[in-house]
């Protein structure tokens, strides 16, 4: 199970340290508005190991995604089908 404040306060001390660059902030920002907001990602991210929710900052990251809940969502149905697979 993940647990998105843990994760939330790695990031920002990495980010506010220089060791990640700010996009990742953006990022988990977005990640906290969409786990208070969207029970389905709620519900998804509770459900998954924290690696899979820091492949989806980084994967978020690379492709700036940050602001684009249309990505988020395919990414947890791509998420989802893998782990079932």
Do not use: T
């Amino acid at each position: 199970m993940a647990n998105i404040q843990h994760i939330a306060e790695r990031v920002f001390r990495h980010v506010d340290a220089s060791h990640l660059p700010v996009g990742y902030a953006l990022a988990m920002g977005s990640l906290i508005d969409a786990y208070d907001d969207d029970p389905d990602f709620h519900e998804w991210a509770d459900s998954v190991d924290g690696n899979v929710v820091q492949k989806l900052i980084d994967c978020m990251v690379r492709e700036g995604a940050w602001n684009d809940p249309a990505w988020l969502q395919a990414f947890i149905r791509e998420a989802s089908r893998e782990s079932a697979a």
